[in-house]
């Protein structure tokens, strides 16, 4: 069985994020940038499926410029077999992301496509319901743990009641929820032998995909350091909080 995991590299979550002074977007200069966590859980869950002997190759891919091969090399030197970089200088929307993974998993035929649930820049929660609707499979969102046995995938999901367990058959769309696993070190052998590893570079063109602009970022703006608030003892005194304009909570 092959595994497609879709990876994005993001600013690193240890970082205080900077807005740029003319508030048209976060400030990337000099940044530490790193793999979006989601992504990493998902990378360290298909490689634990291939050393359990359910898979046979793992393949990851990112989307971006020519700084996405760091983020690429990280996944391979976690243990995955080859990558995929689909080159592009612009910021793919979640849409158009879909898109161009369901052009790879066209291409490549896996039985299972592994993503984070969100990526922790834009936090849309977009992507991998997009893909199943694309690609037509089954999908299992937020998922909590992973089992495949008989060409099905039993995921357990958190959901807001507790957890729920759901079978799809394969192939199928999992994403990942932060307590599936804890990711590996990465050690020094494995950087070095991850250098010699493939990395296959395609273009929107070869893909036949093209960007799609659904939404227009007008102004990025930092929380505000002082804000007031009002500790209060029910609802009814929410309510006509909220009514007074003149209060502050």
Same mark, same amino acid.
């Given at each position: 069985?092959?595994?497609?995991?879709?990876?994005?590299?993001?600013?690193?979550?240890?970082?205080?994020?900077?807005?740029?002074?003319?508030?048209?977007?976060?400030?990337?200069?000099?940044?530490?940038?790193?793999?979006?966590?989601?992504?990493?859980?998902?990378?360290?869950?298909?490689?634990?499926?291939?050393?359990?002997?359910?898979?046979?190759?793992?393949?990851?891919?990112?989307?971006?410029?020519?700084?996405?091969?760091?983020?690429?090399?990280?996944?391979?030197?976690?243990?995955?077999?080859?990558?995929?970089?689909?080159?592009?200088?612009?910021?793919?929307?979640?849409?158009?992301?879909?898109?161009?993974?369901?052009?790879?998993?066209?291409?490549?035929?896996?039985?299972?496509?592994?993503?984070?649930?969100?990526?922790?820049?834009?936090?849309?929660?977009?992507?991998?319901?997009?893909?199943?609707?694309?690609?037509?499979?089954?999908?299992?969102?937020?998922?909590?743990?992973?089992?495949?046995?008989?060409?099905?995938?039993?995921?357990?999901?958190?959901? +807001?009641?507790?957890?729920?367990?759901?079978?799809?058959?394969?192939?199928?769309?999992?994403?990942?929820?932060?307590?599936?696993?804890?990711?590996?070190?990465?050690?020094?052998?494995?950087?070095?032998?991850?250098?010699?590893?493939?990395?296959?570079?395609?273009?929107?063109?070869?893909?036949?995909?093209?960007?799609?602009?659904?939404?227009?970022?007008?102004?990025?703006?930092?929380?505000?350091? +002082?804000?007031?608030?009002?500790?209060?003892?029910?609802?009814?005194?929410?309510?006509?909080?909220?009514?007074?304009?003149?209060?502050?909570?």
């Amino acid at each position: 069985m092959k595994i497609l995991v879709a990876v994005k590299r993001v600013i690193d979550y240890t970082v205080q994020v900077r807005v740029k002074n003319d508030n048209s977007g976060v400030d990337k200069a000099n940044v530490k940038m790193s793999m979006n966590p989601f992504d990493e859980i998902a990378v360290e869950e298909a490689l634990r499926l291939k050393e359990k002997g359910i898979a046979d190759e793992v393949i990851v891919m990112s989307i971006g410029d020519l700084s996405c091969q760091e983020t690429l090399r990280s996944a391979l030197a976690m243990g995955a077999d080859r990558a995929i970089h689909v080159t592009t200088d612009e910021a793919a929307q979640s849409l158009t992301v879909a898109k161009i993974i369901n052009k790879v998993a066209l291409k490549e035929e896996p039985k299972l496509i592994i993503l984070g649930k969100q990526a922790i820049d834009d936090d849309n929660n977009q992507t991998g319901q997009m893909l199943a609707g694309l690609l037509n499979w089954g999908q299992g969102t937020f998922a909590f743990k992973l089992e495949i046995k008989d060409d099905k995938a039993i995921v357990t999901r958190e959901i +807001d009641g507790g957890l729920e367990t759901i079978s799809l058959k394969l192939p199928a769309v999992i994403t990942t929820d932060l307590r599936l696993n804890e990711p590996r070190y990465l050690s020094l052998p494995n950087i070095m032998k991850a250098k010699k590893k493939p990395i296959e570079k395609l273009t929107l063109e070869e893909l036949s995909v093209k960007h799609e602009s659904r939404f227009q970022t007008l102004k990025v703006e930092s929380p505000a350091k +002082d804000r007031e608030f009002k500790q209060v003892e029910s609802v009814k005194e929410l309510i006509d909080i909220l009514r007074n304009k003149e209060q502050v909570i």
